[in-house]
């Protein structure tokens, strides 16, 4: 008899593996972390483990993938709504960072942002922002797997590079034995970076094998002031830089042309869709067909949540497959199984990380969530990607483990307390207003 840390037995297993195999009559082993197998029932007994997880009536799938998110952002929600985006940044958001931004407001924001991420099913998210010690702390603490990176602006910066390596470098040596983080580069934007940043960075990432992180291309602003700066559109200049040399996630999109695009095609790199924030903020709609067209790397971003205004990527996707069925009259565009994916092994490619995460195959981590069916929403099932896709909400998952761990079970969190999240959120509440009165 085997021994093993964790059996998951039961369920119907959506394991997003390369033949979007769909199992049912099975049971998962877990052990040290990561998934041994999926097998048969009738094989349970030649295994034992420590712990039993009954996920009958349950769909199990693999966690879900936020690849752009700005955690520490949680503490803005709602408080500058109805906004275009430059009049949001420069009037509301970049004025309250400079006031209120601290290393300990980026943890207890940090540690809001993972346990709603968590209660939403997602289990890896690649953030950009400041103080990003803490945000790792705040995801270490709530069991979150993160990829964090310090959000660079510098406009009129002419150096090496050195300083961002040596920064990179220095996380990646603290917290070498932590699986549960990773670090990126992240120019912030086109705007707020020089030519130096990008170039550098770009040298940078491609060298040490770093992902680089940065917005791109979202509002007609930004790409009208890139052409009269640089007098060519935002892709076509970074490409310019050696940008297209590295594995990069650029946010949003919104803006690419059709010769942009094809920029793309023979590159590493993958494009983020913030489809909330963008129609939030009337930024506009990523051409994602022309993008699937061209076989592009595409995957799902929540943006912060000052933006969107909330972490439910699972209603994120929802929006996005639905949207772009309609502004392309095509009900057959982007079908349930294909939109999924987004938010799974299209996301873990995205970022890297295909060859750990993002599926339920043997060998990679146990991030996985078990949403529970046995409610009217999800019933009756005739196929699991629709009711993933177009059916249920976020109330449904049941549970989230990371690296074979609980970080959520029966719908409470394992390791944080959601009323003292609360209430720190309301204290925090009051300085902002206390700030924003004076």
Same mark, same amino acid.
């Given at each position: 008899m085997s021994h093993c840390d964790t059996i998951i037995k039961g369920g119907t297993f959506v394991t997003m593996d390369p033949e979007f195999r769909i199992l049912k009559e099975r049971f998962m082993v877990i052990d040290r972390g990561r998934i041994v197998d999926i097998l048969p029932l009738d094989k349970l007994d030649l295994f034992q483990s420590k712990e039993l997880i009954d996920a009958t009536g349950c769909l199990v799938t693999p966690g879900f993938i936020n690849t752009h998110s700005h955690m520490p952002m949680s503490y803005f929600r709602g408080l500058a709504d109805d906004l275009p985006l430059d009049t949001w940044l420069k009037d509301y958001i970049w004025p309250l960072e400079a006031k209120l931004v601290s290393s300990d407001f980026v943890y207890a924001a940090s540690l809001h942002s993972a346990a709603e991420m968590i209660k939403n099913g997602i289990t890896l998210t690649n953030d950009m922002y400041f103080h990003k010690e803490r945000i790792a702390e705040a995801c270490i603490r709530a069991g979150l797997r993160v990829i964090v990176s310090e959000a660079i602006i510098a406009p009129n910066y002419s150096g090496d590079g050195h300083e961002f390596a040596e920064k990179v470098q220095e996380f990646k040596d603290a917290y070498r034995d932590q699986a549960l983080v990773d670090c990126a580069l992240a120019p912030h934007a086109i705007?707020?970076?020089?030519?130096?940043?990008?170039?550098?960075?770009?040298?940078?990432?491609?060298?040490?094998?770093?992902?680089?992180? +940065?917005?791109?291309?979202?509002?007609?602003?930004?790409?009208?002031?890139? *052409? !009269?700066?640089?007098? =060519? /559109?935002? $892709?076509?200049?970074?490409?310019?830089?050696?940008?297209?040399?590295?594995?990069?996630?650029?946010?949003?999109?919104?803006?690419?042309?059709?010769?942009?695009?094809?920029?793309?095609?023979?590159?590493?790199?993958?494009?983020?869709?913030? +489809?909330?924030?963008?129609?939030?903020?009337?930024?506009?709609?990523?051409? *994602? !067909?022309?993008?699937? =067209? /061209?076989? $592009?790397?595409?995957?799902?971003?929540?943006?912060?949540?000052?933006?969107?205004?909330?972490?439910?990527?699972?209603?994120?996707?929802?929006t996005t497959a639905k949207l772009h069925k309609?502004?392309?009259?095509?009900?057959?565009?982007?079908?349930?199984?294909?939109?999924?994916?987004?938010?799974?092994i299209e996301g873990a490619r995205a970022l890297g990380k295909e060859q750990d995460l993002g599926s339920l195959e043997a060998g990679k981590y146990a991030d996985l969530l078990i949403i529970d069916l046995q409610n009217l929403q999800s019933q009756p099932l005739y196929n699991p990607y629709s009711v993933l896709v177009y059916a249920l909400g976020a109330q449904q998952i049941r549970d989230v483990l990371i690296a074979g761990e609980f970080v959520m079970k029966d719908g409470k969190l394992s390791h944080l307390d959601e009323a003292d999240l609360i209430s720190t959120a309301q204290e925090y509440q009051s300085k902002i207003l206390k700030e924003l009165s004076q």
């Open positions: 705007y707020t970076c020089s030519s130096e940043v990008y170039s550098s960075c770009a040298r940078l990432a491609f060298d040490q094998g770093w992902l680089l992180h +940065t917005h791109l291309s979202e509002t007609p602003k930004e790409l009208e002031d890139c *052409l !009269k700066a640089h007098g =060519k /559109r935002p $892709l076509e200049y970074l490409a310019s830089l050696g940008v297209l040399e590295a594995k990069c996630v650029f946010a949003h999109c919104v803006w690419l042309s059709g010769k942009e695009l094809e920029l793309l095609e023979d590159s590493q790199s993958a494009i983020s869709i913030c +489809t909330d924030s963008n129609l939030k903020l009337a930024s506009g709609i990523a051409p *994602l !067909k022309d993008m699937l =067209k /061209r076989k $592009l790397n595409v995957a799902i971003g929540t943006d912060g949540v000052a933006s969107n205004n909330n972490l439910d990527i699972l209603e994120e996707l929802s309609a502004i392309n009259s095509d009900p057959e565009f982007l079908p349930a199984r294909q939109a999924f994916a987004l938010l799974t």
